[in-house]
């Protein structure tokens, strides 16, 4: 806690805004449903309703309304992008860890794998996933982390390498310390900060790739994300002529744009606070 | 600063990872230098004649237009026909002689004679002869192409006894009598005996020659993976001067983007857009008759609970179509007929029961039970917001759904193959033959669902060659459907098509048909 003031004061504006928003989007996931009067499935009024009092964001082509659909993705996408950067960022460092203090065969083969996950583009890969796994959220966590554990593993594993050779840890094997004692002991509190950025990316990285797969159908079709809100109001044959975009499309942009802008400024400021090179 | 410049840089790759994913997902090709003319240039041209006249409309790939490669959906099988002629073609009011200048049924109506026309002349400047269409007519029944070939009475019942030919007449025989057989004659694609004869397996013939055809246009260019074609007139054509010279199918994301700008001609409005287009003299409205449209399937075979004639019912009271007609389709769609026939069809019956949205009198019927079942769409913008309204007013009553959005080519062949319980199907030809009730709820059209009465009336409904006789059996048949629900209608759609009429006004349609592009006779001379 009293680190997270720390940070907090020595965040930029932009940073302190951020975090403010971030709260914000948290809040709403979490209470979300409370906090609107309408269902986020079940139509409440007419379609097209253009946002007033009763409905803060207007109403959709079904006539269910925006802002507790807004908050229904905000669920949705927080879950994501946590989850998968939680998946990614543990195994990549242990993967990491491993490779960087053992070396060998299996730091050579892992270390390719990661290059051939790096160059490979994935959003088609996870688009062919997507499909082979099926829709549903477990799913998608899992096809991101299968491309994202590569970021913290490198880092990891390049921190081990320098570490290894300190002489506290020096003197900690000489005294017969295994690689448990030492992760623990030694590798974690010195990986933590640099992988904590990363993660902080990585739930960037979720819930841009949740929206783009539902913004491409690939999730489930009667969920509601933020992906999917888009994908319904781009397919509205002729929305640019009418009214309909101004707050059809725009809530869910603005959505998500403000959040991974968001996420992105906190992830600027925690490199500067823990000082460290990515 | 330099570090200050690359964070700033973090943020804009956030944004364009967003621009980029919404580029992905609109499928723009290089539409861009195509035809963009303003719409006074473009009247110049019609106005002139010099340069030959271009139509552009929204493409997609639809197969190559062979009779045995292209889709099975209108799209695919209309731009196929625009490459092969047949005996008759559909008109506005209905059948045409086209291939066959005259034709002919004995009195006992068993022999259909068709008088050739002569001096048609194939794409690679071969003469037609009688020989080719004995020949299509014989090849295409040992190998039915895409739309199968209907020569049977029942299911499999081939009522065909003979085929000759006699001088410039093709003459065929039946053992039985049948409504519908003149038009299922007169559809067969005629395709040349030179290049088909010595084909074993025509499904796997690719060769380029498998689009020479003796239709108005030629296949010139197709490109499966952009979705483009292109359709030249074809300069030797026996008929009908071509008035358009070259149709071709660029891929659009949003239609009336693509129309607005003058990339395509042509595009499908919805009422939402009515006003934009309404007041203007540029630009005319037509509307689509109600001959396309939705339903959901049952399979009484995955799905046994649905063998319980109070389920299929409790499902039609269940669902508000009207509901769904003025959301998903924007008002711009009609009730079906509940015996399949749609309102807007000259066999539809105006008496036949109807299902009012009563989720009362659904949960009556169900009687306190629950269902659940699993609805299988595609994953079309229309059918997942169907799907959603439908998920609502069903479990209203007590019936679980569970949407599973598959790809519409998934879709069609989990339909054919019967893989599902529920299903949401969207289809055109609905106004077509009452045949096609038949093919619909006969003989195990519906997989698990069988009905003496319903066969037993198709089956009469096509023996009968009296159109009085005929129409009151298909009526009759329509009110056995309506009680039964073996499947269930939710709505015709009767959408508008804007054009530019300065470009070209030949635009018509079909009499059983709701499409304007996909008419021959929209790109011919004389109607």
Known sequence: ?278 | MRNLGKKILLPILALSMLLSLSACGSKTGDTGDQESKSPVESSQANNDREEPLVITLSGGDCGYPSPYLHYSRGPGSFKMRLVFDSLLEHGEEGLIPWLAEDYNISEDGLTYTFKIREGVKWHDGEEMSPEDVLFSFEYQTANPPVGGISTALGKENNIITDMTIDGNNFIVTLSQKSAAMLNNLGSVRIIPKHIWENVENPKEFTDEVCGIGCGPYMITEYNKEQGTYKFEAFKDYWGQNQEVDVIQFVPVSDGILAFDSGEIDLTGITPDVYEKYAHSDEYKIINNPGFWGYKMGFNLEKAPALQDINVRKAIAYAINRTDLIDKVARGAAILPGEGYIPQQSVWYNKNVKAYEFDPEKAKDLLDGKTYDFKLTISSSNDEVRMAELIKLNLADVGINITVESVDSKTRDSMYKNGEYQLILNGYGGWGGDPELLLSQYAYGAIPGYSNEQINKLCDEQLLETDQAKRMKIVYELQNVIADEVPQLPLYNTTGMSVYRPAKYDGWTYMFDHHETTHPKISYLAEK
Not at chain 1, 17 to 40: E, N, Q
Not at chain 1, 142 to 167: M, N, Q, Y
Not at chain 1, 204 to 226: H, M, Q
Request: hydrophobic residues 55%; contains cysteine; charged residues 15%.
């Open chain 1, 1 to 278: 806690m009293k680190n997270f003031l720390l940070f907090y004061k020595s965040s930029s504006i932009s940073g302190k805004i951020s975090m403010l928003m971030i709260a914000l989007v948290f809040f709403v996931a979490v209470f979300g449903t409370a906090f609107s009067r309408h269902s986020a499935f079940v139509p409440s009024d007419s379609a097209f309703v253009p946002p007033n009092t009763e409905h803060l964001l207007g109403t959709d082509d079904l006539g269910i309304d925006l802002w507790a659909q807004i908050c229904e993705g905000a669920k949705l996408s927080l879950t994501i992008g946590i989850f998968s950067a939680l998946l990614s960022g543990i195994a990549g460092s242990f993967i990491g860890i491993i490779c960087g203090y053992y070396g060998g065969f299996f730091d050579k083969f892992v270390m390719r794998v990661s290059d051939i996950l790096i160059a490979i583009p994935s959003l088609p890969l996870m688009i062919v996933m997507g499909v082979f796994f099926g829709a549903g959220i477990q799913n998608i966590i899992f096809v991101l982390a299968v491309f994202s554990w590569t970021g913290p593993a490198r880092i990891a594993r390049s921190k081990v390498i320098s570490l290894k050779t300190e002489k506290h840890v020096l003197v900690a094997e000489s005294y017969g310390a295994g690689i448990f004692y030492l992760t623990f002991r030694h590798f974690l509190p010195e990986i933590f900060p640099v992988v904590m950025v990363s993660f902080i990316r990585l739930v960037n990285r979720g819930i841009v790739s949740e929206a783009s797969l539902s913004f491409l159908g690939l999730g489930d079709p009667t969920a509601k994300s933020w992906g999917l809100i888009l994908n319904h109001a781009i397919s509205f044959k002729g929305i640019y002529f009418t009214d309909f975009w101004k707050w059809w499309l725009v809530s869910p942009f603005a959505a998500i744009t403000l959040t991974v802008l968001a996420i992105s400024f906190i992830a600027r400021d925690a490199e500067k606070f823990l000082d460290v090179k990515l």
